[in-house]
C-alpha cells in the first residue's frame, strides 16, 4: 500500500485571513503523527511532485489556474467567504493534485493495488472555472482526467463519500461517459447540489449517480447504498481504476454536517471498496477530502487504512482512542 503527500500540503492555511477556518495544517500534521506512531501501518511513504498546469487544465480552465496562480504570488487573498489563499496555497495545491496524479499512475503501472493521498487543500468542490468550499483544484477529477488521457485507462469509477456533496467532480464529468461519479451525501447541506434526479447531461446521461441522504442517517443507509447501488453500477461500468473522494466529516462528532457514521463505519465502507476492487481486478486509490473534528478525521482514517490493507488488529492500530 502506498501513502502519497508533500510537506508543501502543510503550509497552505487560511487562518490569517479567517482566524476561525476549519481547515487547518493540524488535520494533517494530526494524521501523520498517529500514522508515525504506528509504522504508517506499513504503508510506503512518497513524496508527491507538483502537477503541472497542463495537467491542471485538463479540468480546470487556463483562467482559472492562472488566476489562483496569481492571487498567491500577489500575496493572497479571498476566493469566496469560505475559501482563502496565502502565498505558500500555490505549491501546496500543486502537490495535492500531483499527489492524486501520481497515486494513478503508480496504481496504474502495477506498483500497487491501494493507496492513499493524504493532501490539503481538498479538491472535490473545485469546479472547471470556479474555486469553492476550501478547494482550489479538483485532486481526484484531475487524477481520473490524467488516467484516462495518459495513462491507460479508459473508465474511471469515483466514488464520493464526504457529507457534501462533491459538485466540481459532478461537473467536471458531466458531459463523459468514460468517468462514473457516484456522491454519498447530506442533502440540502453545502453545497445545495446533488439531487437524486441528476444523473448528468447530455453523452454523460446516466453516468453521475447522486444518493443523498437525510440529515441523521448513520451506517445502515450508507452501506446499503454501496451495497445496492454502488457496487452493481461500479461491476455494469467495469472501470480500469477505482478512485475515492474521501472525506470523513460524516462522522457523528463533526461539526459541519449532521450525518451519524462511527470510526468503523468508515472501515466498513472502505472493506466493501476493497472487496469491489478485488472483484473487479482494479487497482484502488483514495483521496483526502473533509473532516474537521481532529479525533474523530484521525480515529476513522486510522480505520480505513487498516481496513483497506486488512489489518484491523489491536497492534496495529495500538489504542482505538486517539488524542491530540
Same mark, same amino acid.
Given at each position: ?12 492555511? =487560511?487562518?490569517?485571513? $479567517?482566524? %476561525?477556518? =476549519? ?43 492562472? %488566476? ?16 482563502? &489563499?496565502?502565498?505558500? /496555497?500555490?505549491?501546496?495545491? *500543486? ?20 493507496? #492513499?493521498?493524504?493532501?490539503?487543500? %481538498? ?8 474555486? $469553492? ?12 482526467? &490524467? ?41 440540502? !447541506? ?8 441528476? @444523473? ?6 446516466? #453516468? ?12 445502515? !443507509?450508507?452501506? %446499503? ?19 475515492? /473522494? ?13 450525518? *451519524? ?7 466498513? $465502507? ?11 481486478? &482494479?487497482? !484502488?486509490?483514495?483521496? *483526502? ?7 474523530? !478525521?484521525?480515529? /476513522?482514517?486510522?480505520?480505513? $487504512?487498516?481496513?483497506?490493507?486488512? *489489518? ?10 486517539? @488524542?491530540?
Amino acid at each position: 500500500m502506498l501513502y502519497f503527500s508533500h510537506p508543501t500540503c502543510l503550509e497552505h492555511d =487560511p487562518r490569517p485571513l $479567517m482566524p %476561525s477556518h =476549519p481547515d487547518t495544517p493540524e488535520r494533517l500534521i494530526a494524521i501523520e503523527a498517529a500514522l508515525a506512531e504506528r509504522g504508517w501501518l506499513g504503508w510506503e511513504r512518497r513524496e508527491a511532485p507538483a502537477a503541472t498546469e497542463r495537467e491542471l487544465e485538463l479540468v480546470h480552465t487556463p483562467r482559472l489556474v492562472a %488566476s489562483i496562480r496569481d492571487l498567491c504570488a500577489g500575496g493572497g487573498g479571498e476566493i469566496d467567504p469560505d475559501t482563502f &489563499v496565502v502565498p505558500a /496555497s500555490w505549491p501546496a495545491a *500543486q502537490h495535492a493534485a500531483g499527489a492524486a496524479i501520481e497515486m494513478a499512475r503508480a496504481l496504474l503501472a502495477g506498483e500497487d493495488t491501494i493507496a #492513499y493521498c493524504g493532501i490539503r487543500p %481538498s479538491g472535490h468542490h473545485a469546479e472547471p472555472d470556479r474555486a $469553492m468550499g476550501f478547494c482550489l483544484f479538483n485532486n481526484v477529477a484531475i487524477a481520473a482526467a &490524467v488516467a484516462i488521457e495518459s495513462l491507460g485507462a479508459e473508465r474511471v469509477l469515483i466514488l464520493d463519500w464526504d457529507v457534501h456533496h462533491g459538485n466540481g467532480t459532478a461537473e467536471a464529468f458531466r458531459h463523459r461517459a468514460d468517468v462514473l461519479f457516484v456522491s454519498i451525501h447530506q442533502q440540502h !447541506l453545502y453545497p445545495g447540489t446533488g439531487h437524486l434526479d441528476d @444523473r448528468g447531461s447530455g453523452p454523460g446521461e446516466g #453516468y453521475t449517480l447522486n444518493l443523498p441522504v437525510p440529515a441523521g442517517s448513520g451506517e445502515e !443507509l450508507w452501506l %446499503s447504498l454501496i451495497d445496492e447501488t454502488v457496487v452493481p453500477a461500479a461491476a455494469s461500468f467495469s472501470p480500469d481504476l477505482i478512485l475515492v /473522494s474521501a472525506g470523513f466529516d460524516a462522522h457523528r462528532r463533526d461539526p459541519l454536517a449532521g450525518c *451519524q457514521l462511527e470510526t468503523e463505519s468508515f472501515a466498513r $465502507m472502505a472493506t466493501r471498496v476493497r472487496d469491489l476492487s478485488t472483484t473487479l481486478d &482494479v487497482p !484502488l486509490g483514495l483521496v *483526502q477530502e473533509g473532516g474537521y473534528e481532529p479525533v474523530a !478525521l484521525v480515529e /476513522s482514517l486510522l480505520a480505513t $487504512m487498516a481496513a483497506l490493507s486488512d *489489518q484491523s488488529r489491536p497492534d496495529m492500530l495500538g489504542d482505538a482512542t486517539w @488524542r491530540p
